[in-house]
């Protein structure tokens, strides 16, 4: 049934095609038979005695086939009829390829199809083409171009193209549109579309309906019965050439006429937009209203540039384009006989060039007026910056000097009024000497207004205030100097005198205190190697100190001796005398031996404290060396051996962890002998004590790790070593069983030793077929469970490895195999010798006993309630079922014994006919029955199989949640949070996460164990071989867990608390440890700070001190809380730097300074006066002083002339010519002829400040020498620079010019090129298309040359452009107009090239339009399959027939030898023929013409003759630009119409 039902669609499908193709080509032979009134019903049995055939092939082919049977009555009459029919298609050199008479005469369907589509390709198709290929595909081409342009319409084949009846319907309206509307049809109503179609095309047009619409519709189209019915539209519509000839010619002149319109339209709408545009700008290019600012004058050149780069070249390729769109209306009129174009008013070509022309006289006078402003305002612009530059200048000078008079002099001295009398006469000659900058700014300030600057006013009233400002210096000037006379005369009286032992002492006593203060600092770093880096400095320093001490003593020895021999004994200005120098000297040199031993007993003692912490680095490094290395050792052990030799291998290597434990205690007790010598860092090791421990506790962590494992390995193993040598076993003793062949000899005993087979099979076999499959489960999980664990592979005993159970297995199976084929073979020997014996009635009994024994198993309802269960019912299923196939070919030999039986007419055959209908009945019952049992258990075996996946996910699920609550115990159970309040609390967010992270995992494998329990609940599945843990065991688990993140909370809270307590002790430690450093900070200022005589200042230090007793008690107070803290186990203390002995030596340090501070005082006490100044100083700030006046005069007299020359020297040169060059150089002349003089001044100075400098003067003030002589070099470099940059400025200028005159020359040039070639574009010409044709190409040549002349002009631009050249005094000419002029030019060159080409081939083909011609090529190519250029004569016949042409066979070789070369036809001969055979001349007669044919020779014509001919555009704009004819609606005047497009 499966069969016949898969094959029934091709059947069905070539049925479908043969009876359309059948039906079409039947309708098809009677539309030729009934032109002698016959008619065929059946195309099967019409031509079997070849009568009718012989007279459908004399109608078709219009021949007579000669002598026939008329009446035959024998077969070998009709086969000769049909032989005559079929030798007469032979003589037309048709083929018959595997069709004999015998075929039709023998009503071969398939084969007379053939038979007819030969025929109809012969006297249908052919006439299209000679090959059925290019039959085919002329037709195809011919249908694609006729509905070209239709909606929906796509013809690509002959069958689903034409399935919606849109094309047969445009093929239609293509030649008939009077016929149908075929805007009004939907490509979803193929039905409608196909009927309407068929209906027209019968009644209408004479075409036959070949084809119904059930043939087209809802299955692909027969494409032989399409062929054959739209091959009769070809025959039918080849005949509508004239019209469509005639149709051509009309919408050539409608194409024409409307070209012409449009292009007078385009061009009046580009003239008119162009010529508004020229007047709206030059009203603006007329406008001199600047903007009185430089800003503003450049944004409206900017604005003008644009309008030269972005504006106006668009409207100039407009310009170009209205002149070549006249140009092209002119030559269309006069390559078509037509009258001039007169363009509107205003928008002629003259007119446009003198709009234009005034155009740009405007821009060049806009542009000239826009340069001359930008150059005014340019300038004011920099009058205006010198002006505030030299305004600015003069305000703080004036401002300065304003200050300096009204300031009142303080004079205390001689000195003092001498040099400020010598400042004031340096200020007269400086007043004096600064006319010429009030007259410099007055004379900017003139210039500013005489240029009409915006400013000006504010400008120059500016200048007068400060004019009156210099003015009014005169009098305070007089004034001041009459004030600083009157008290030098008074500063004269008084005198100096010395005071340079006083000096000296008071210098060398400060020192002595403040190097005695820096050797009491006994702190020589805290580590080993800062003790040991400080030796060298501390030797160098005593050396130093040393040194000094005896050349200062040396130097005090040496003044105390020159006042001794000048006879001085005392000094009012100092107590001291050479005994307390002596006093002071040997102190000094005390301190700092006692400063050496300090520092010698601090090196001693850093070198014990760095040998404790190598010590402790050493330990802990061999200590994690052993810890790493027993690690690797416990994890190597685990590699080798079984279980339980692993097992032992790894607690053997473990030790307990008793040497882990040994080394933490010794390293414990050394790190509280380092805390207690106050070591707190080691740089000897990257570990500490708790990082020690952590590793500890890392390796007892994976000791329990893989002591785990190794354990659940071991259970694995033993499980697959117990049921794989059960299975091995049960195989051994299996197997010589199943090589017995004792078979029992009668029937009964053999069919009982069959049962007994088909028993074992189902429950023994079955049994243990499912343990073969689960060992293999297993030994896979074990091997994954090594390999996970990269432990040795799994090798079971001899026997029971899966290679050797495989192989067992396999040979158990080949052994069943050979003994059920023995067994089989014995009980069809049997059951022959049966067959033999009791025949049909035996057999019978048999089956029914049968049948009645399997009956109750087949009615029985199967209990499943295992996995095994399931596999074993469905084994005894496929037991029975083999039983019952064998049974079946018995009741296949009951019928052939009741078949038998009925030969030799039983009389009781009824009897034998209903037993055997009976056992076929209860057969096809079992077959029902096992069938449906077969179902259930597959359904049932397929929901165990499902328990059974849930039975074993439970399991692993069970086991991998149990190892998870296992490893995630031992990693709760670590308590070691850290060993900081810091650690302990920074591992807060650690133990939230790490709490998070394991509640999240555990209950994600709670849930999904949950999950799988409950399926396996719902399921009714209770027991699980695979595990003994249950959902119960889970739970337990799950609460274990959570007690023991319980506990690992509460002891983190409580380790917390201690770190807290702990930390509040090292606060507290810090609080006194950083109170007592800042308490003796704070009595070191109180020294500092005590007011008074010496006495006093004594008497406050020694209340303040108070013996040492304060700071005794407060260092006896930290030591005891330092106590305290490690007796905690506190050694660290990140929250102070000083640990207990820092303390104790900043105490001694402390007491060291106050008694130096005492002793200090009690030197001060003897220091109570001053020294006062001598004369010899005196007489020495005086000469001093002169120098400095003296310099400062000149050095200023020299900074204004630098000054004012710099200014000029880097004031930025803006020059546009080369008469702003020169000038720029004139002025820089005049300040080189000023230079040598200013140089000799300036040498002066030099020398001047050498002499101020060796008699101790230092400060110069704004004018030291350092700062002028910057100020002069900076000079000379400018006046180099400008001396440079002014030549530069030069040659640039003169280069710019040479390029301007280069750029206007090329451009000049080019202009004049581009205007005479569009002056002789835009000529009338000679009227000879041809000449003027060949007049333009031989100017094309140097029209593209002058390119090379563009290049040029566009390279002086780029020059200019990177000049900076903005302007151009001998051109207005730019490149950018230029190049847009040139390429308008080209454009223009060739569009009129096009035109005159075009205009020609027309001329030349008048008779055909251009979309003709592209026709023709197109069709032409089309068949020039080998792409020659040339078609052969098939290729030609087919060319023509697609056009719509029928040629007849000697027409086609006639054409081919009147225009072919070697019997082939290239396309200009083609194309000339077809010129000629659509005479499509566009005469005013022919036009005429070519109307009264669409019209039907009627006077006038309607929109339905035009729509058979014209497409709906050209229909449209007829009707709307014709008259009507005798104002009668509907009715055109074709006559009135064509005489006015000719202009009649």
Not at 35 to 52: E, S, W
Not at 751 to 780: M, P, V
Request: glycine letters at 4%; hydrophobic letters at 35%.
């Amino acid at each position: 049934m499966a069969q016949a039902s898969e094959n029934s669609g091709p059947l069905l499908m070539n049925k479908t095609w043969e009876t359309i193709q059948q039906k079409t080509f039947t309708k098809w032979v009677n539309s030729h038979l009934r032109k002698k009134n016959l008619v065929i019903q059946d195309l099967n049995t019409a031509f079997n005695d070849g009568i009718m055939l012989i007279q459908f092939l004399e109608i078709i082919s219009n021949k007579d086939l000669g002598k026939y049977d008329k009446k035959p009555k024998m077969r070998i009459q009709k086969v000769g009829n049909i032989s005559t029919a079929l030798n007469f298609l032979k003589s037309q050199k048709i083929q018959l390829v595997n069709i004999s008479p015998e075929d039709i005469a023998d009503e071969n369907i398939k084969l007379i199809l053939g038979l007819i589509w030969i025929i109809i390709q012969k006297f249908a198709i052919e006439d299209i083409s000679e090959e059925q290929l290019s039959a085919k595909e002329a037709l195809l081409l011919w249908c694609q171009k006729k509905t070209a342009g239709y909606k929906d319409v796509k013809v690509d084949n002959f069958h689903y193209s034409f399935q919606d009846g849109l094309a047969l319907c445009a093929l239609i309206h293509r030649h008939r549109p009077d016929l149908l509307d075929f805007n009004k049809l939907n490509k979803d109503n193929k039905a409608e579309n196909l009927q309407l179609a068929f209906d027209v095309a019968e009644r209408e047009l004479g075409i036959p309906k070949l084809l119904d619409v059930e043939d087209m519709v809802d299955i692909k189209p027969d494409e032989r019965s399409v062929i054959t019915y739209v091959a009769q539209y070809y025959h039918v519509f080849s005949k509508y050439n004239q019209a469509e000839v005639a149709g051509r010619r009309v919408g050539k002149l409608v194409d024409l006429t409307s070209a012409l319109e449009t292009m007078k339209n385009d061009y009046s709408d580009k003239a008119r937009r162009l010529v508004d545009w020229i007047n709206q700008v030059t009203p603006q290019l007329q406008d001199r209203n600047f903007d009185n600012s430089l800003e503003g004058v450049r944004g409206q050149i900017e604005e003008f540039k644009t309008f030269k780069t972005d504006d106006k070249p668009p409207k100039t390729a407009d310009k170009a384009t209205v002149e070549a769109l006249f140009n092209n209306i002119a030559l269309t009129l006069r390559a078509n006989q037509r009258s001039a174009y007169e363009p509107p008013s205003g928008l002629s070509p003259s007119e446009i060039e003198g709009l234009w022309e005034k155009l740009e006289n405007e821009e060049r006078a806009r542009e000239s007026a826009l340069r001359d402003e930008l150059r005014r305002q340019e300038k004011i612009d920099h009058l205006r910056r010198r002006f505030n530059l030299k305004a600015g200048k003069l305000d703080a000078w004036l401002t300065a000097k304003e200050d300096y008079l009204n300031a009142e002099e303080s004079v205390n001295s001689l000195n003092e009024a001498q040099t400020k009398l010598k400042t004031h006469e340096a200020f007269d000659d400086e007043y004096a000497k600064s006319q010429p900058r009030v007259d410099a700014v007055q004379q900017l300030a003139n210039e500013l207004k005489e240029l009409n600057a915006p400013d000006a006013h504010d400008i120059l009233s500016q200048s007068d205030k400060l004019v009156n400002r210099h003015s009014g210096l005169a009098g305070p000037q007089k004034t001041k100097r009459a004030d600083l006379e009157d008290k030098l005369a008074k500063e004269q009286k008084k005198e100096e005198l010395r005071l340079e032992w006083a000096k000296q002492t008071k210098e060398y006593n400060a020192w002595n205190k403040d190097t005695s203060n820096t050797v009491n600092d006994h702190n020589f770093g805290d580590t080993l190697e800062a003790v040991e880096a400080a030796g060298p400095k501390l030797s160098e320093s005593d050396s130093q100190i040393n040194n000094d001490n005896n050349t200062k003593k040396s130097a005090l020895d040496d003044l105390w001796g020159q006042l001794q021999a000048l006879g001085v004994t005392e000094n009012r200005y100092t107590p001291l005398t050479i005994a307390d120098i002596d006093a002071s000297h040997k102190h000094l040199g005390e301190e700092v031996n006692q400063r050496r031993v300090a520092y010698d007993a601090e090196l001693e003692r850093q070198k014990h404290l760095e040998e404790k912490r190598k010590e402790f680095a050493a330990k802990a490094q061999e200590f994690a060396d052993n810890v790493n290395a027993r690690s690797g050792t416990v994890e190597q052990a685990a590699l080798n051996g079984e279980p339980d030799e692993a097992l032992t291998a790894v607690r053997e290597a473990y030790q307990e962890g008793k040497p882990e434990h040994e080394g933490l205690s010794g390293l414990t007790t050394l790190q509280e002998e380092l805390s207690a010598l106050g070591i707190r860092d080691n740089k000897y090791t990257k570990y500490n004590l708790p990082d020690l421990i952590t590793l500890n506790k890392r390796f007892v962590n994976n000791h329990r790790n893989i002591s785990s494992s190794l354990n659940d390995e071991k259970e694995l193993k033993n499980e697959y070593a117990a049921k794989a040598g059960e299975l091995a076993e049960w195989i051994n003793n299996t197997l010589p069983k199943l090589k017995e062949r004792n078979f029992e000899n009668t029937l009964a005993g053999i069919k009982g030793q069959h049962s007994e087979w088909q028993k074992y099979l189902t429950t023994d076999k079955g049994r243990h077929e499912i343990d073969f499959i689960n060992l293999e489960l297993l030994a896979k999980k074990i091997e994954n469970v090594l390999s996970a664990s990269k432990r040795p592979a799994f090798n079971p005993a001899q026997g029971t490895d899966q290679a050797s159970l495989a192989a067992a297995w396999a040979n158990l199976n080949q052994e069943e195999k050979e003994h059920e084929t023995a067994l089989n073979a014995e009980l069809q020997r049997q059951e022959q010798l049966a067959v033999l014996v009791k025949r049909f009635q035996s057999d019978a009994e048999d089956l029914e006993a049968w049948f009645n024994e399997k009956e109750g198993y087949l009615s029985s309802q199967e209990n499943v309630d295992s996995l095994d269960s399931a596999r074993l019912r469905t084994k005894i299923l496929e037991v029975f079922n083999a039983e019952f196939t064998n049974k079946s070919g018995g009741i296949t030999g009951l019928t052939s014994l009741a078949d038998q039986i009925r030969s030799h007419n039983y009389h009781d055959q009824a009897t034998v006919d209903s037993r055997l209908a009976s056992l076929n009945s209860k057969l096809n019952t079992f077959q029902e029955q096992a069938k449906a049992k077969k179902d259930y258990l597959e359904a049932a075996l397929h929901q165990q199989n499902e328990n059974e996946a849930l039975r074993v996910a439970f399991a692993e699920k069970s086991r991998d949640y149990s190892k998870f609550i296992r490893d995630s115990s031992d990693a709760v159970s670590d308590h070691n949070f850290g060993y900081s309040l810091d650690d302990v609390a920074a591992h807060q967010a650690e133990l939230d996460r790490h709490d998070s992270e394991l509640t999240s995992k555990s209950d994600e494998h709670f849930n999904d164990l949950a999950q799988t329990s409950a399926k396996l609940a719902a399921a009714g599945v209770a027991d699980n071989r695979h595990t003994k843990l249950t959902q119960a065991d889970a739970e337990a688990a799950r609460s274990q867990l959570t007690e023991g993140l319980s506990k690992r909370r509460q002891a983190y809270a409580d380790e917390l608390a201690r770190q807290t307590t702990n930390d509040e002790g090292r606060k507290l430690y810090a609080q006194k440890a950083n109170g007592f450093i800042e308490w003796v900070q704070s009595q070191k200022s109180a020294l500092d700070s005590f007011q008074g005589t010496p006495e006093e200042r004594i008497n406050q230090t020694n209340d303040l001190y108070n013996g040492g007793t304060t700071a005794n008690s407060l260092v006896e107070e930290i030591a005891q809380l330092d106590a305290d803290n490690k007796s905690k186990g506190i050694f660290d203390n990140k929250y102070t730097p000083y640990p207990l002995p820092v303390i104790k030596t900043r105490k001694v340090q402390f007491d060291t300074s106050v008694n130096n501070f005492v002793s200090g005082l009690k030197e001060e006490k003897e220091l109570a006066e001053r020294s006062a100044a001598q004369q010899a100083e005196y007489e020495h700030k005086q000469k001093l002083e002169n120098l400095r006046v003296n310099y400062t005069k000149d050095a200023s007299d020299l900074y204004l002339w630098l000054e004012s020359a710099t200014e000029t020297l880097t004031d930025p040169i803006k020059a546009e010519s080369n008469e702003d060059a020169a000038k720029y150089k004139q002025v820089f002349n005049e300040i080189a002829g000023e230079k040598d003089a200013q140089s000799d001044r300036y040498g002066k100075l030099v020398d001047l400040h050498t002499e101020a400098t060796t008699a101790g003067i230092t400060d110069f003030g704004a004018l030291s020498i350092d700062n002028l002589t910057k100020k002069w070099n900076d000079f000379l470099a400018d006046y180099d620079t400008r001396s440079t940059n002014v030549d530069a400025e030069i040659a640039r200028q003169e280069h710019n010019e040479n390029l301007r005159v280069q750029f206007a020359d090329a451009a000049k040039s080019l202009r004049q090129f581009i205007t005479d070639n569009h002056s002789h574009l835009n000529a009338a010409g000679s009227g000879d298309l041809e000449a003027d044709l060949a007049d333009l190409q031989a100017r094309r040549p140097s029209i593209l040359g002058a390119s090379e002349l563009l290049a040029k002009v566009e390279d002086f631009h780029s020059q200019l452009e990177a000049a900076g050249v903005s302007n151009n005094p001998h051109t207005d000419l730019t490149f950018a107009v230029l190049r847009l002029e040139y390429d308008q030019l080209v454009k223009a060159t060739g569009a009129k090239e096009s035109l005159l080409q075009k205009e020609i081939l027309k001329k030349k083909n008048s008779s055909v339009s251009a979309e003709q011609l592209a026709e023709f090529r197109e069709v032409f190519e089309h068949f020039d399959k080998d792409k020659t250029g040339a078609l052969r004569r098939l290729e030609f016949k087919s060319c023509l027939q697609s056009l719509g042409e029928n040629p007849s066979d000697a027409e086609v070789d006639s054409l081919i030898s009147q225009i072919g070369t070697d019997g082939t036809v290239n396309f200009e001969a083609f194309t000339e023929l077809m010129v000629k055979r659509s005479s499509d001349s566009d005469s005013r007669e022919q036009i005429l013409e070519a109307f009264k044919t669409l019209a039907g020779d009627k006077a006038f014509i309607t929109v339905d003759d035009l729509k058979r001919a014209l497409p709906a555009e050209k229909v449209d704009y007829l009707s709307k630009h014709m008259t009507l004819y005798n104002g009668q609606e509907g009715h055109y005047d074709y006559t009135a119409w064509a005489n006015a497009s000719f202009g009649k």
